[in-house]
């Protein structure tokens, strides 16, 4: 039985389970890797905070930096969060120092993860983030192991449990999207300050880490075109499920016949009768396209102590294990740049605009579209008492196939002869 020595850096909730799996689980984990692993060391804002797990007897380090680097660890475990600060000095520090480092810490690998895996190869060391991406969903181990021979043609799926909670809410108890995020935030599935999430960032790290690894290229978060959920009303979610919908912030990462990749973080109108939108409250869903299995579907919690630190476990068995496939699923050197040229993308379109009650709207509305090519599958004029005493009137619009071009240009001639004073809604709709 061979000893693994573990640091763990952060003991928010996360780090919290996973010193709990460690205490409760050892003769589990001793059994099924042949290892006696032992907490060296701890470190965090406030030894003396109150938390739900012991932490007297491990070893305290007032400075993260000395226990990255410090001779007697083999694994560190950053939970430190966030793109830099702190956390990316400690990644840097452990890996230099030879040590392998787990994170759980997607905002840093979408941003500094070509530097920090460069750094680990140089450095004989392993960098592992299987619960940076969705909870306990293995979605990295899958693609890097399970599917590796397929060649892939597209990742998308649901990777943020805040949004897709506070969606689920106004979906089904008519919540506002301000209620449904309050109560998303007394549960404890939103942060205090929810921007990173509402507004589609979290999403978007997340995404551009498996755009990579499907496609084999470097992380390019830069390149995420990246739409939240803020501006989404009850009134959208209603009138999609008139229309046989339901909302979604989905995040889409495809390849082109020409090659080239488009990754996009958007709001989405699926079918009810699609498997994604089947999901939901807090979880999470995956859906993988390959060209020998067809589609798979990985769905599971996405988020919370345990499934995160249980996706933290899975990367410490692999060290243990000596596991050495490539951290992104092709060897760094083979990885391509990015590749950030798009064709012009085409869908049928969902609009919600709010425009003076007076005669020849619609009449407006039907020649802008005609204007600029697009023809409307459905426009329908609903009833709202609190927008009629201002005299306005929401009018929701499913286009035909178009382009994002043609329907903001479209929404431009509607304004110039109906004011809204609202920005329209519009959202795709998702094959």
């Known amino acids: 039985m061979v000893d693994v ?8 909730s996360v780090g919290q389970g996973v010193v709990k799996i460690l205490s409760d689980n050892i003769s589990l984990i001793q059994k099924k890797t042949n290892a006696k692993i032992s907490i060296i060391g701890v470190s965090g804002k406030n030894k003396n905070k109150q938390r739900e797990v012991q932490i007297n007897r491990y070893q305290w380090f007032d400075n993260p930096i000395s226990l990255a680097v410090n001779v007697d660890a083999d694994i560190i475990v950053e939970l430190i969060g966030g793109e830099d600060g702190i956390a990316l000095q400690v990644v840097e520090s452990a890996l230099k120092a030879g040590k392998n480092v787990i994170t759980a810490n997607k905002a840093l690998i979408a941003k500094s993860g070509n530097y920090l895996l460069d ?3 140089k450095n004989g060391a392993k960098l592992l983030f299987e619960a940076a991406i969705a909870g306990s969903i293995p979605i990295v181990k899958t693609l890097k192991e399970s599917v590796a021979s397929n060649t892939i043609s597209a990742i998308y799926g649901i990777l943020n449990g805040t949004c ?3 969606l689920t809410s106004m979906e089904k108890e008519g919540m506002s999207f301000d209620d449904a995020l309050k109560r998303a935030q ?3 599935f939103a942060e205090a300050d929810p921007t990173f999430d509402i507004e589609g960032y979290d999403a978007a790290h997340k995404l551009s880490i498996l755009s990579s690894m499907c496609f084999g290229q470097k992380i390019d978060f830069d390149h995420v075109k990246i739409q939240g959920i803020k501006a989404i009303e009850l009134d959208d979610i209603r009138a999609a499920s008139d229309y046989g919908y339901t909302i979604r912030l989905l995040g889409i990462a495809k390849k082109n016949k020409d090659g080239h990749i488009s990754q996009v973080v958007r709001p989405s109108l699926l079918s009810k009768e699609s498997d994604l939108a089947g999901i939901e409250w807090e979880k999470n869903a995956v859906t993988i396209r390959g060209n020998y299995f067809k589609e798979l579907l990985i769905s599971g919690p996405g988020a919370g102590r345990y499934p995160t630190a249980s996706a933290i476990m899975g990367d410490i068995f692999d060290i243990i294990n000596n596991t050495n496939y ?4 092709t060897p760094l050197k083979a990885l391509s740049k990015s ?3 798009m064709n012009i993308e085409t869908s049928r379109f969902y609009l919600r605009l709010l425009l003076p009650d007076i005669s020849g709207t619609m009449a407006s509305i039907t020649n802008a579209m005609a204007k600029n090519g697009i023809s409307i599958d459905d426009i329908t004029q609903r009833i709202s008492k609190k927008m009629k005493d201002k005299n306005l009137v929401p009018i929701t619009i499913i286009t035909s196939t178009t382009d994002f071009t043609s329907i903001n240009k479209a929404v431009e001639d509607i304004n110039k002869n109906n004011y809204s004073p609202t920005t329209p809604n519009i959202i795709t709709i998702e094959s």
């Open 5 to 12: 020595r573990v640091g763990i850096i952060g003991l928010g």
């Open 339 to 341: 590749s950030n040229e």
């Open 186 to 188: 007394e549960l404890g």
């Open 119 to 121: 750094l680990a190869e």
């Open 326 to 329: 490539p951290p992104l699923g």
């Open 164 to 166: 897709n909670y506070i």
